[in-house]
Each structure stands twice: as structure tokens, then as C-alpha cells.
């Protein structure tokens, strides 16, 4: 763009801003940074989890989304078949201060406040610093993991927003411990526990064809330590020899458990077993520690999900299970958040964010693969959890309220800052 021609679109943006600004009935206007890559489910969920949340809880907010640049033509229609006024920008803030394009610009200018979403780290802490630095306006974080190694130097900038909301506890007490001081600090869920995306007609076509019947089968999910994304040609990513090495090295130990508990179900109840993806590496995985190493007797049970799927048709499919169980996060966070029961497996390598399940009381159905005592609880969760319904109905029910309960009380502190 031709800096003359930005400046001046910057310029009208401006002053429209300022003129609308002077309404006392202007609706209240959030910039929500979000949607960091398309390769996984739980990724997507974030963004339409978050823009729910906004939609029932400050239903008077009108919302832009900032997208990161892989956000795909196929997942913002998704988006907006369920939000379908929603205006979704991209771009950049230059360490100059100049915006990459026009509709960015305007989105910056018109916006009241910034939102960053959920996600492993503050992902766009680049992004929310720029903002920051050139627009002197407020932001706040909701709903991240604090600690990995994108988190340097993290402190100073998250001291400054309004909120910050981690979506575990040990995130909380690690940023504590860091130094990191801003006015309101606590446990916010994950946006993806609020995410309602659905696409009934392709779970009903997919059930059907493979002869799933709704509430008498499971969903497990498998991963390995580290995501080879180097797998994904989108990505054009070179092999990572160490990781890939780790990988190798660490699934039978990561999988046994959970292909017993394949077993258990098809052998001792009337269930079968879908084995699903969350990112699109994982259907290989599945294929290969699961269902090629199960006895001929269970195969005819487990099916095996050979094609990814976006979140809304993962979702329509969970809603008709009898429950999830695996080594990854947020599948089960859409889950619980939509009523059905869930047992996360983690390892030190998902980060901390496995102990959102402790702090919402499901303590029980959460197992540490890097605990060899864990392994052999795995089998019996799962069963239980299949065979003793109204227990864990129950449990869901309370984890579920304690969630909804925190997610009303943080619309709330962000509701006090758009006035």
C-alpha cells in the first residue's frame, strides 16, 4: 500500500472513531486476537469459544477478529455460519508503528479494546506490544498457559494489561513467582470450553456409514511427545532429527495404556471405539499405535477416522459419544464444555495445561504419562466412566458449573473495562 493512501485511510478511520466515539450509546467495541493456526481443532475452538462468550455475556460488543495469517478460507466460513456478522482482519503493527493494510488500520483504530485469546502462551505478545506502544489503548489476556520458553520476557507486557486469565494453575503461580503484577490475575477456562460450532449432517452421514450408534461409543485421541509437524506440507517445516528421534522413542511407552483401554471397552462392554484426530498428524498415529497392533476380535469395533476434520463436525461427533479418552486437551475441553464426560492423558511436553482438569475437581480423569503408578489407573477410568453413567454425569455436571461460573465472572471484569 502506498503510505500516502494508508495515512489517509488511517486518518478517516480515526475520526470516524472519534466521532462515533462521542455517542453515548455507542455499542462497546473488543479487537479479539485469536485464530493461531488451522492444523488443529483445538486451535480453531478458541476463537468461536471466545466469541460466544462475548455474544451471551456482553451481547451489546461488537467484535472484530484479528487472525493470524493461516486462518483458511474453509474455517472462516465455518466461523461464520455461526457468526455470520463477524469482520475478520489480518496484518500486522510494524515496529515503526504502520499497519500493513487498510482493514487492519481501521480495525485498530475503531476498537476500544484488545482481547487476546486463548492459547499456549501469549502468542501474539509481538502483536499485543506493538498495540500497546502505538495506540495506548487497553488489552487483556484470556485464558493462556504461562511458562514455556515463548513466555521470556513476557513479564513486563502482561503486567500491563487489565486481566490476565491463565487457564491452569500452575501458569497462575508460575507468573506470580515471575513477577508478573497486573490489577486482576486468576484461573479463566479456556475459550474452547464455550466453543458450539456444529455440523450435525456430516457426524450423522459419518456415524452412519460406519455403524456407530449414538451414546454407545467412545472417542480416543492419540498424540506423540512432540507434533511432527514437518509431516504437513502446508506447513514446509524440515524434519526435526532430535524430536522425531523422541517421538520414536516414546510412543509404544505413551499408547500401551491407552490401547488397553481400547481393548477393555470393546472386550467388557457393549461400546465400540472411534479413533479421531485433533491435528491433522494424528490419523497415522492412530492407525499405527492403535487400531494395527489391536486383535482381530477388538478391530471389529474400532473405527478409524482416516480424514481430518474441522472443529464443528468433531464436535457434533462428541456430542453423540458416550465420552473421550487420550493424550490430548482440547477435544475433552469441547467435550466437558457440551456435557460429555472426558480423561485426559498428558506428558511434560503438552506444558501445563493438563492441570485445568484438577482445577475444575477432575482430578480423577486426569493421568500423567511421565508417572508410571498412572499407567495402570488408565484401564479402570475408563471403564468406570462407561460403565458407572450417572457417576459421571455428575462429575461433569459440577466441573461444568465451575466452569460457567468462572467464565460469567470474567465477562464481567472485561464487561467493566468497555465502559
Known amino acids: 500500500m502506498q503510505r500516502r493512501h494508508f495515512l489517509q485511510t488511517a486518518l478517516t478511520a480515526a475520526l470516524c472513531s472519534a466521532s462515533q466515539a462521542a455517542s453515548p450509546n455507542r455499542r462497546p467495541r473488543i479487537l479479539l486476537r ?3 493456526q488451522v492444523v488443529n481443532i483445538g486451535d480453531i475452538a478458541h476463537t468461536p469459544g471466545v466469541l460466544r462468550l462475548i455474544e451471551e ?59 487476546h485469546g486463548s492459547g499456549p502462551s501469549l502468542v501474539a505478545a509481538g502483536d499485543v506490544a506493538a498495540w500497546v506502544k502505538h495506540t495506548g489503548k487497553p488489552f487483556g489476556v484470556y485464558g493462556i498457559t504461562y511458562g514455556s520458553f515463548w513466555d521470556q520476557d513476557r513479564k513486563e507486557l502482561l503486567s500491563q494489561a487489565k486481566f ?103 472386550r467388557q462392554t457393549s461400546h ?3 479413533l479421531c484426530p485433533e491435528d491433522m498428524t494424528q490419523m497415522a498415529v492412530g492407525k499405527e499405535m492403535f487400531l494395527d497392533k489391536l486383535p482381530d476380535d477388538v478391530k471389529r469395533r474400532v473405527v478409524w477416522r482416516e480424514k481430518f476434520w474441522l472443529t464443528d463436525e468433531a464436535l457434533s461427533t462428541y456430542v453423540r459419544s458416550a ?40 482430578g480423577d480423569w486426569l493421568f500423567d504419562l511421565d508417572n508410571p503408578a498412572d499407567h495402570d489407573r488408565i484401564v479402570p477410568a475408563v471403564l468406570d466412566m462407561v460403565q458407572n453413567r450417572d457417576a459421571a454425569r455428575e462429575r461433569v455436571a459440577s466441573a461444568r458449573a465451575l466452569v460457567e461460573r468462572r467464565q460469567r465472572e470474567t465477562m464481567a471484569v472485561l464487561k467493566s473495562h468497555l465502559s
Not at 460488543?61 to 455470520?84: C, G, Q, T
Not at 475459550?191 to 461409543?217: M, S, V
Not at 492423558?345 to 482445577?359: A, H, I, P
Open 272 to 274: 465400540s471405539v472411534l
Open 57 to 115: 455475556h456482553i451481547p451489546e460488543a461488537e467484535v472484530v477478529l484479528w487472525a493470524s495469517s493461516d486462518l483458511s478460507d474453509e474455517v472462516a466460513a465455518m466461523e461464520h455460519k455461526r457468526f455470520p456478522q463477524l469482520k475478520i482482519v489480518k496484518g500486522r503493527i510494524g515496529k515503526d508503528g504502520q499497519v500493513s493494510n487498510a482493514s487492519l488500520a481501521e480495525a485498530i483504530e475503531w476498537a476500544d479494546f484488545l482481547l
Open 323 to 362: 465420552g473421550l479418552f487420550g493424550s490430548e486437551m482440547h477435544s475433552p475441553i469441547m467435550a466437558l464444555g457440551n456435557g460429555v464426560p472426558a480423561i485426559v492423558c498428558r506428558f511434560k511436553e503438552q506444558t501445563s495445561k493438563g492441570f485445568m482438569w484438577r482445577d475444575i475437581g477432575l
Open 164 to 266: 490476565v486469565y491463565f487457564r491452569d494453575s500452575v501458569s497462575l503461580e508460575h507468573a506470580k513467582e515471575q513477577g508478573v503484577n497486573c490489577p486482576v490475575m486468576e484461573f479463566g477456562p479456556d475459550g474452547a470450553f464455550a466453543c458450539d460450532l456444529r455440523n450435525e449432517e456430516r457426524a450423522t452421514e459419518f456415524l452412519q456409514a460406519h455403524g456407530l450408534k449414538e451414546g454407545k461409543f467412545l472417542c480416543c485421541l492419540s498424540r506423540l511427545r512432540y507434533t511432527p509437524y514437518w509431516t504437513i506440507p502446508a506447513k514446509k517445516r524440515p524434519i526435526d532429527p532430535e524430536r522425531h528421534a523422541y517421538n520414536e522413542r516414546m510412543k509404544e511407552h505413551d499408547h500401551a495404556a491407552l490401547r488397553a483401554a481400547i481393548i477393555a471397552v470393546v
Open 34 to 36: 485469536s485464530s493461531w
